[in-house]
């Protein structure tokens, strides 16, 4: 299993980043996928969650209406487009898939990708 995540990196606030995850190993239409995030001396948090097959998709309050998260079936890739950046969204940036295998429960983690906003 591998979840690789890019598209991080330096944004003044204001700014827009498209993170992309690209996944591998397991039936990616069956999970649900998410991005997390942790900032420096925080806990890791959950910024927003799609699930596999209808459901509701879940924001954080502090990014609902500046992030969309999407995934692509076909190319087995979930992105979180971020708009309208600020310095409190500085944080390592993870990709998560949680769901069932058929036999067991999987829930994969990428190494993150770093986004630091500022001016």
């Known amino acids: 299993v591998q979840l690789v995540e890019s598209g991080g990196g330096l944004v003044q606030p204001g700014g827009s980043l498209r993170l992309s995850c690209a996944t591998s190993g397991f039936t990616f239409s069956r999970f649900a996928m998410s991005w997390y995030r942790q900032a420096p001396g925080k806990e890791r948090e959950l910024v927003a969650r799609l699930p596999s097959t209808g459901g509701t998709t879940h924001y954080s309050d502090s990014v609902k209406g500046r992030f969309t998260i999407a995934r692509d079936n076909v190319k087995n890739t979930v992105y979180l487009q971020m708009n309208s950046l600020k310095p409190e969204d500085t944080a390592l940036y993870f990709c998560?898939?949680?769901?069932?295998?058929?036999?067991?429960?999987?829930?994969?983690w990428g190494q993150g990708t770093q986004v630091n906003v500022s001016s």
């Open positions: 998560n898939a949680q769901g069932s295998n058929g036999i067991t429960w999987g829930d994969y």
